[in-house]
């Protein structure tokens, strides 16, 4: 943080406000997340040319998902299933199986929204989602509750923001959007770099193995429903006999 | 209308998952082989990502040589320097040239 400096020049004054609003935001947390909207952009393009294309749902109403779903494998699977014409109830327990996950992820960060503001437990879990649940489990230091509370609501805005911008920026576009073929990797990239550090911690070995081979034999099953067997499998060997040693 | 309804419907669903065990039944109160077994879901859920983003739905048979091979050499990459940015670069890099080697 730069130390501050007293600057009575009109130029110094225009600057002020945007740096102080600048300072709110949590520098690590900018760090951690730049990265992680550069992956999911391809992703955010892809979901814009589908959106631009749908004939069932309005475009609008499908671009409002980006911030208010904020779970880019359920938007699409919702999208999907609507335009093939699926009934409501197909669709909602379809999204719920799909995002089934969010909710073990808010079952392992609960301990840092124990100590916080009922405004920050109700309505922050919002931003859990694969990417931020993951950098922020990255991040054990981050005990003080107000700056865990800084670090989670800069990174699920800024993630939020670059979400719905390159999705609103498609839908605009449309199929002019150039979506490389190698950036369809990206995400693969972000998934293994967010895993790779984590394995120098043995014990997180088993259940990488297990959860890895079930979702490659689980990967036809439908709307993504893979993943949750697939994570279900990896943990299950921990949750019916409890390591000693911790 | 319906599909405005539906869609709004399944962000309720979604929002209800997320404070479930945040703010409605805080996982605190749930049994200690419970929270011991929370530690194994990032490492699970992460390699499952990892796998489902290259079966494309479909399994084994969809495995592109490149992209796994691109996905262990960004696995190693993190590895050693634990950057994510570097790894997704160095990743999509490694991608695109083995694509055309492979």
């Given at each position: 943080v730069e130390p501050l400096r007293i600057d009575t020049s009109a130029r110094a004054a225009t600057f002020r406000a945007p740096s102080h609003v600048l300072a709110r935001f949590d520098r690590e947390a900018l760090r951690d997340v730049a990265p992680v909207v550069a992956s999911v952009a391809p992703f955010a393009v892809i979901l814009g040319v589908t959106i631009g294309q749908l004939q069932?749902?309005?475009?609008?109403?499908?671009?409002?998902?980006?911030?208010?779903?904020?779970?880019?494998?359920?938007?699409?699977?919702?999208?999907?299933?609507?335009?093939?014409?699926?009934?409501?109830?197909?669709?909602?327990?379809?999204?719920?199986?799909?995002?089934?996950?969010?909710?073990?992820?808010?079952?392992?960060?609960?301990?840092?929204?124990?100590?916080?503001?009922?405004?920050?437990?109700?309505?922050?879990?919002?931003?859990?989602?694969?990417?931020?649940?993951?950098?922020?489990?990255?991040?054990?230091?981050?005990?003080?509750?107000?700056?865990?509370?800084?670090?989670?609501m800069t990174a699920g805005i800024v993630l939020g923001i670059g979400w719905s911008g390159a999705m609103a920026a498609a839908v605009t576009l449309g199929p002019i959007v150039p979506v490389g073929p190698a950036l369809t990797f990206a995400s693969t990239a972000v998934f293994v770099g967010l895993l790779a550090p984590r394995l120098h911690d043995r014990t997180a070995w088993r259940p990488?193995?297990?959860?890895?081979?079930?979702?490659?034999?689980?990967?036809?099953?439908?709307?993504?429903?893979g993943l949750l067997v697939a994570t279900l499998a990896g943990v299950l060997p921990t949750l019916l006999r409890p390591r000693s040693t911790r | 209308v319906t599909p405005i309804l539906v869609l709004a419907l399944v962000c309720l669903t979604t929002w209800l998952l997320r404070v479930a065990l945040v703010a409605i039944v805080p996982a605190v109160h749930l049994p200690t082989r419970v929270h011991t077994a929370l530690d194994d879901v990032a490492p699970a859920v992460l390699a499952a990502l990892v796998v489902s983003s290259l079966?494309?739905?479909?399994?084994?048979?969809?495995?592109?040589?490149?992209?796994?091979?691109?996905?262990?050499i960004a696995g190693a990459i993190a590895w050693r320097t634990r950057r994510l940015g570097l790894t997704v670069v160095a990743g999509i890099a490694a991608a695109a040239l083995l694509r055309l080697v492979l």
């Open positions: 069932t749902v309005p475009w609008w109403a499908a671009l409002l998902g980006a911030p208010l779903l904020y779970a880019g494998s359920a938007h699409i699977a919702v999208l999907t299933l609507l335009e093939a014409g699926a009934g409501a109830a197909t669709v909602v327990v379809a999204a719920a199986v799909v995002n089934a996950r969010l909710a073990v992820y808010g079952a392992a960060l609960e301990p840092r929204f124990r100590d916080q503001p009922g405004w920050f437990r109700w309505l922050a879990p919002h931003f859990i989602v694969d990417q931020t649940y993951a950098i922020a489990t990255a991040r054990p230091e981050l005990t003080h509750p107000g700056r865990f509370r800084r670090y989670w990488a193995a297990i959860a890895a081979v079930v979702a490659l034999a689980a990967a036809p099953l439908p709307h993504g429903s | 079966a494309h739905g479909r399994g084994l048979p969809a495995l592109e040589p490149a992209d796994v091979a691109a996905t262990l």
